[in-house]
T-cell receptor
């Protein structure tokens, strides 16, 4: 069965500190993984996807098939990074499965 | 840049009333979705729609829910007899038919309050 797990519901870091938001998945096929972000009072929007291997707003995420993880990282957190982050898996039938989300607060 | 648009932004209704939430997906998209988010909780999948029919639905999407694409542009979610627990933010999303560019584009959501 497809599943996305984000173990941290809340995460607080100081500005300038590194941040890592954890995501683990369960999927029998070849996964396609995404990170979505929801800033306060805004719509969900794509942050990055593993297939493009790009860095957006300083964030990166590497797919580790051995550990079935897709952790989101940024070396130096900024206040504007405070938001809700969702890890998502595109599974069979083009269905998207979202994790429970991690609320990131960057403390000035 | 094209966007998914949703109306109304906020609807207040009495328990037992019917509600229709409307969405206009991005015009060249082929897959359409409804998600909901109860306050403080995660984004939950309701239903996906492709080629004018439901392709998948969750346990939440019971007989009280229905979706329709009445005119080729709108994509509606109907709740026949609302319950208190239907109070949530409802998000519409759409995507192209190309799996390799599988980005979901979300609307801003419709907040439903059931009294």
């Amino acid at each position: 069965a497809q599943r996305v797990t984000q173990p941290e519901k809340l995460l607080s870091v100081f500005k300038g500190a590194p941040v890592e938001l954890k995501c683990n998945y369960s999927y029998s096929g070849s996964p396609e993984l995404f990170w979505y972000v929801q800033y306060s009072r805004q719509r969900l929007q794509l942050l990055l996807r593993h297939i493009s291997r790009e860095s957006i707003k300083g964030f990166t995420a590497d797919l580790n098939k051995g550990e079935t993880s897709f952790h989101l990282k940024k070396p130096f957190a900024q206040e504007e990074d405070s938001a809700m982050y969702y890890c998502a898996l595109m599974g069979v039938g083009n269905q998207f499965y979202f994790g429970t989300g991690t609320s990131l607060t960057v403390i000035p | 840049e094209p966007e998914v648009t949703q109306t109304p932004s906020h609807q207040v209704t009495q328990m037992g009333q019917e509600v229709i939430l409307r969405c206009v997906p991005i015009s060249n998209h082929l897959y359409f979705y409804w998600y909901r988010q109860i306050l403080g909780q995660k984004v939950e999948f309701l239903v996906s729609f492709y080629n004018n029919e439901i392709s998948e639905k969750s346990e939440i999407f019971d007989d009280q829910f229905s979706v329709e694409r009445p005119d080729g542009s709108n994509f509606t979610l109907k709740i026949r007899s609302t319950k208190l627990e239907d109070s949530a933010m409802y998000f519409c999303a759409s995507r192209t038919g190309t799996r390799s560019t599988g980005e979901l584009f979300f609307g801003e959501g419709s907040r439903l309050t059931v009294l």
